[in-house]
């Protein structure tokens, strides 16, 4: 096993991270990059940058891994696969790993086996080295025995450095819009299906075999000893079957949920504005309940059909000639559960759009208050519950007669086609009772199939509206070229270039911009005046890379978006959107006014956050708030005032530290006194700027 010696010699320089990047992608099993990375990551870029714009090649993220000196051991032992940086220059592709070693690929691609303990002696090697001499004197001083050196000096050593973090490994995982064939196996989704499908099927085996020997002796009238012990030991059997069974669901049931939320959270994220217009606030809320739903009713009721459908499979096995009636039974259970779901999907959406009606009511009370005589206030919701509880009773008695009528009906079928051959005698006792058990294990199915019905169903709406979210999350995401080393003194150079640039909202829809063109220079400030309706806002979101233009073209910097990237574009431009358009979420003020940096801020953050929000004029806000920046303003900044709410969206965009700063009507709710002190800051931090106001 190499040592800590040898370590950084096994590790990849900078220049052919790239190729470390691609061998380990192939070995973790994520496949080939679509394009030809570039050979490594620049000298003056920084690493993680560069990694997680490499990974998204592979359809894959290279999610960071924070620990402290102290925990390394522990952190990197099931860190992998993943790229850790193990000195200024070297960094190791690690394959996989445990408590003791790590499996790394060299670069001359052989598989080595590294003492995780070297590992990460070197990691720690550079901030010990300043206190190994300063501590080696107060043990030569404090008369240490000369065996105990080595223990000590750790001990002490981690006392004083084992909170110092480290941020230097990047763990590679499928991100949560691939392929979801690529996150189910990920997500152990198979392994774990294959030992529920695989604990239940034995069960029921044993079960069968069991019943089977307990009805030979009881209709041939007799008992044995052996046969009696052999059916005891068959039915002690079932129960390390019954505890895999419960393990196996409930693992399945944990992964599947996870990858669920991960995924909808996604798509969420990568939603389009103009979809998230088109559908109110009630429609969005349906859709978290709804995706809830798919988790707690597929995993439940679906699982249970699944097991049920096991022991319908079984018991068809073990019927003989009965099979046939069997599948013609199964046909017929189909069918009705087909026009039992198609009826629950009509119900669902009934429910859903009352949900969304009155949602819509209750934010828009004060215009019905204004707008609507009293009397009329309920007309339609007392029209759509009449509907919905209509509804409501049909498919409750469509349910309860599925349920009662399938199961009840296969046993009275399968017992009337098998007491012709027990009445005339032709059918051996073990025969009847294989049979007798197989119709048992067919009813208990069924049951459970038909039990199952309505919650399969429910996950079966739910997923036709969730869908636009899981979609959503497969969009690929425009990554552009190789992240760099920003590049200053380019204040000569266009940072800005719309060139006969023309939107329209709708298809056919008159054009909100058309053919217009625009040229704005690094250090420029630009004041964008018109009336209502003109365009300036949609020119805006074009540029900041909200919109995408119909026709013409916008570059940043002389390069348009596919070839910047998305990311990059963000960084270059921030934009502060109208107020009805921005957004305090539920968190501190530090989270609302840092979310456009790296997170968790550093010291450095918070001090710059607070200055910025001083020379915005608010200084008496942050004296007020007991715990300053880390005071939760409640939910959508109820805590704040208008003219406050439109300084924080101002500190939000300064503080992302662009090359070109929008603001779109940011100054409208301020008086003149904060007016001129917003203004006043806003100018001397912005490097280019562009400010949206009506004349």
């Not at 096994?10 to 190729?19: F, H, Q, S």
């Not at 860190?79 to 070297?90: F, K, N, T």
């Not at 604990?199 to 044995?224: K, M, N």
């Not at 389009?272 to 739903?293: C, D, T, V, W, Y």
Request: contains cysteine.
């Amino acid at each position: 096993m190499v040592q800590s010696d040898e370590v950084e010699a096994l590790g990849w320089c900078g220049a052919r991270l790239g190729d470390a990047l691609c061998e380990l992608a192939a070995r973790a099993g994520f496949g080939e990059s679509p394009v030809e990375l570039a050979s490594g990551c620049p000298g003056n870029s920084d690493p993680g940058e560069w990694l997680d714009w490499a990974a998204k090649h592979f359809a894959c993220e290279a999610e960071p891994i924070e620990s402290t000196l102290r925990d390394l051991e522990r952190d990197l032992a099931c860190a992998h696969p993943s790229v850790l940086r193990v000195s200024e220059i070297s960094f190791l592709a690690v394959l996989d790993g445990n408590e003791r070693s790590l499996t790394v690929l060299t670069p001359a691609l052989e598989v080595r086996r590294v003492a995780l303990a070297a590992i990460c002696d070197l990691i720690r090697k550079p901030a010990e080295q300043c206190h190994r001499a300063e501590l080696g004197i107060l043990l030569e001083s404090a008369d240490i025995p000369d065996g105990l050196h080595g223990r000590t000096m750790r001990f002490l050593l981690n006392d004083q450095l084992g909170n110092k973090r480290f941020a230097h490994c990047w763990l590679l995982r499928p991100h949560a819009g691939a392929n979801a064939f690529r996150l189910l196996r990920e997500a152990g989704a198979f392994q774990n299906a294959g030992i529920l499908i695989a604990a239940h099927t034995i069960q029921y085996l044993l079960w069968l075999a069991s019943w089977a020997i307990l009805g030979r002796l009881s209709l041939e009238g007799r008992v044995d000893t052996g046969w009696l012990i052999a059916w005891a030991l068959l039915l002690f059997s079932i129960i390390p079957c019954q505890v895999l069974t419960t393990w196996g669901q409930g693992l399945f049931a944990i992964g599947i949920g996870g990858l669920l939320k991960r995924r909808l959270l996604y798509g969420a994220m990568r939603l389009a504005p103009e979809e998230m217009r088109h559908h109110g606030i009630g429609s969005f809320l349906g859709q978290a309940l709804e995706s809830e739903a798919v988790e707690t009713l597929a995993l439940s009721g679906g699982i249970a059909g699944l097991l049920a459908a096991i022991e319908i499979v079984v018991a068809g096995f073990v019927l003989g000639p009965l099979a046939v009636l069997l599948a013609a039974w199964c046909v017929l259970t189909v069918g009705i559960g087909y026009r039992f779901l198609r009826r629950y999907r009509f119900w669902t959406n009934t429910r859903m759009n009352l949900t969304q009606d009155l949602v819509e009511s209750m934010v828009g009370h004060r215009t019905r208050l204004a707008q609507q005589r009293r009397e009329e206030w309920h007309d339609g919701e007392d029209q759509g519950l009449h509907d919905y509880m209509s509804i409501s009773r049909e498919v409750d008695a469509k349910g309860a007669w599925l349920i009662a009528a399938v199961p009840r009906g296969w046993l009275l079928a399968g017992l009337a086609c098998l007491s012709p051959g027990i009445i005339s005698g032709h059918s051996s006792t073990a025969a009847t009772a294989i049979a007798l058990g197989g119709i048992l294990l067919a009813y208990s199915g069924f049951r459970k199939l038909t039990g199952s019905f309505a919650d399969v169903a429910a996950a079966w709406v739910a997923c036709k509206r969730i869908a636009p979210l899981f979609r959503a999350a497969g969009r690929p995401e425009i990554l552009g070229e190789a992240p760099s080393a920003r590049r200053d003194g380019r204040d000569a150079q266009k940072i800005i270039e719309a060139d006969r640039v023309s939107f329209r909202y709708r298809q056919h829809g008159t054009a909100a911009l058309q053919s217009c063109s625009l040229i704005v220079r690094h250090g420029e400030r630009v004041l964008l005046e018109g009336p209502s309706g003109g365009g300036k806002t949609t020119l805006a979101s074009m540029l900041a890379g909200i919109r995408e233009p119909e026709s013409g073209l916008v570059l940043v910097q002389g390069l348009d978006r596919h070839t910047l990237g998305d990311r990059k574009w963000r960084m270059l431009i921030a934009a502060a959107p109208q107020f009805h358009e921005n957004h305090i979420l539920t968190e501190t003020l530090a989270f609302n006014i840092l979310m456009g940096r790296g997170w968790p801020p550093k010291a450095a953050d918070f001090e710059e956050a607070e200055t910025v929000c001083r020379e915005l004029g608010l200084g008496k806000l942050l004296d007020a708030m007991p715990s300053g920046l880390l005071q939760m303003v409640g939910e959508g900044g109820w805590q704040l005032s208008h003219g406050e709410r439109s300084r924080v969206y101002i500190a939000r965009a300064l503080l992302q530290d662009a090359d070109f700063v929008i603001l779109d009507e940011s100054f409208a709710a301020l008086d003149p006194e904060n007016l001129q002190i917003a203004l006043e800051c806003t100018l001397r931090r912005a490097k280019t700027l562009m400010v949206i106001a009506h004349p």
